[in-house]
């Protein structure tokens, strides 16, 4: 019997192809399967992988299965999955649930397939916090308690109904694999906020490693990954031309700053929206001009969420946008955007993942994605470098979590920082990056050892 859900399994060969390219973009995970292909560390790990299912993380589940684990994977997201991607996964064995497009049930149906290893999953790749949230979950309901809020209230009736079924087929099958849980490394900002908020309340039962925080990560992938992969998306997307246009970014955190340079390498003129007075200085600092978006609602052409919060645009300023505004979120949820209040709206689909949605004053909008993370959406994400990094930092957490993770308590944890720079060292040779080296004497001036770590904790990059 075929253990997988994929759009269409011939797609396979196309996969195969665009992920022999990839490989030679992504240094860091091809040379972990040259340190660990032998010793293979991850060997018993049954890891259930939640992560957008693309090209990039295919070569992410080969690096884990050549290290010695089991897979089971699906995406994290509707419409991220590269169908090709899924394809070649499946076609090389590794059991795959993901469908661009699949629905919200489907989403975390597929999600309940991943962890359905015979013995259980003893490990989970996370990125957004599905994974962990579904299995947590399952366990309090079993335990006859609340469970707790959800992103949006159309994600809560899909998870709550999943587990729900779960519950019937399974009885007690979400504490008995809670409990078999050794760690779970997590992708993203928002995933790693609600990690958090479980340590808070006393409810993560077990330890966890914050793969969003590794400088080789946040400052990188967040940054310099959007920096490419938005104007990608809203490129593919509308075919607008971006130069001259007045482009508004809400926030100007990691994914903000690359959002914003994105769309000013674009030629488009950028203003940012802050909540916070440091990151309104960096961006002023940075040029851009920073404003509040009830000022710029009515005048700018393109609309960017980048918060990881919620309610950023409101159904208030979508009536005041101009006819054909563009409008769309980067951020993990789609709750940046108020989606939802458009509904009764008329929606005219232009194509896949673009939406062209009528307001009452008979202005037009563009909305991207449905407001899902747009550059997954409607474009293929970031580049295979900069994932490469945040991968090779994900294998080091699960090798971590797998070999040592008796040596951790249930609280989330960040790589140490010789591991990061082990990260940003195996990606210097592919582009031609020479460092210079640290004399005995320079080392002690400035307190460090020459081979390194060459930073304190405390130090911000
Ligand atoms: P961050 O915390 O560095 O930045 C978010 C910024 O938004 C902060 O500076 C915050 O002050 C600001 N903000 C919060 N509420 C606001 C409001 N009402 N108006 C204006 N600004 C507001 O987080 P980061 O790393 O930039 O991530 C943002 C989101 O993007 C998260 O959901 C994360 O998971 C996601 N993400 C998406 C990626 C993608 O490829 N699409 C890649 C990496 C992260």
New binding site residues.
């Given amino acids: 019997m075929t253990d997988y859900i994929v759009k269409d399994i011939s797609l396979a060969g196309f996969g195969r192809k665009e992920l022999t390219i990839a490989e030679t973009e992504m240094p860091g995970l091809m040379s972990l399967r040259e340190e660990y292909g032998d010793s293979k560390p991850l060997k018993g790990a049954r890891i259930v992988g939640s992560l957008h299912m693309t090209i990039q993380t295919a070569v992410l589940i080969e690096t884990l299965v050549d290290l010695g684990a089991d897979v089971r994977w699906a995406s994290c997201n509707i419409f991220s999955t590269q169908d090709h991607a899924a394809a070649a996964i499946a076609e090389a064995g590794v059991p795959v649930f993901a469908v661009k497009g699949q629905s919200l049930e489907e989403h975390w149906d597929y999600l309940d397939r991943s962890f359905m290893f015979p013995d259980g999953p003893n490990l989970i790749l996370d990125d ?1 916090g599905d994974a962990t949230l579904y299995v947590l979950l399952g366990a309090r309901a079993e335990a006859g308690e609340d469970i707790i809020p959800v992103p949006t209230s159309e994600e809560e009736e899909a998870i709550k109904a999943q587990i729900a079924k779960r519950m019937a087929a399974s009885p007690g099958w979400f504490t008995k694999t809670r409990d078999q849980i050794v760690g779970v490394s997590e992708e ?4 790693v906020h609600r990690l958090y908020e479980l340590v808070k309340e006393g409810q993560l039962p077990f330890p966890a490693i914050n793969v ?1 925080d590794s400088v080789t990560k ?1 400052k990188f ?2 940054k310099y ?2 920096k490419e ?1 938005l104007v990608d998306g809203i490129r593919r997307a509308t075919d607008t031309m971006m130069a001259g246009k007045v482009a508004v970014v ?8 690359g959002s914003a340079a994105s769309l000013r390498g674009a030629g488009a003129r950028v203003k940012v ?4 007075p440091i ?1 309104a200085l960096q961006a002023a600092m940075d040029g851009f001009e920073v404003v509040t ?1 009830e000022d710029e609602v009515a005048s700018a052409d393109i609309f960017i969420t ?4 919620k309610d ?1 645009i409101r159904i208030e300023h979508m009536r005041e946008m101009k006819d054909m505004a563009i409008v769309g979120n ?4 789609d709750n940046e955007i108020q989606v939802a209040a458009l509904k009764n709206h008329k929606w005219t689909n232009i194509k896949e993942q673009v939406d062209m949605i009528e307001m009452p004053s008979g202005n037009r909008i563009i909305l991207l994605s449905e407001g899902r ?1 747009l ?2 959406g409607n474009a293929t ?2 580049p295979s470098f900069v994932m490469s990094a945040s991968f090779t930092n994900q294998v080091l957490a699960q090798i971590e979590l797998w070999t040592r993770g008796d040596a951790y308590k249930n609280d989330v944890y960040i790589l140490p920082k010789h591991l990061d720079e082990k990260v940003a060292r195996l990606h210097l040779k592919r582009i031609g990056v020479k460092l210079t080296e640290l004399s005995p004497e320079q080392a002690a001036y400035i307190g460090v050892k020459p081979e390194g770590p060459f930073k304190p904790e405390h130090y911000r990059y």
């Fill in positions: 957004g993203t900002t928002t995933g969003n946040s992938d967040n990954g959007c992969s809400c926030g100007y955190g990691d994914v903000g700053k929206t802050e909540v916070d990151c978006l980048t918060t990881g919060n950023i980067i951020g993990h949820f993370l550059n997954l994400g970031h």
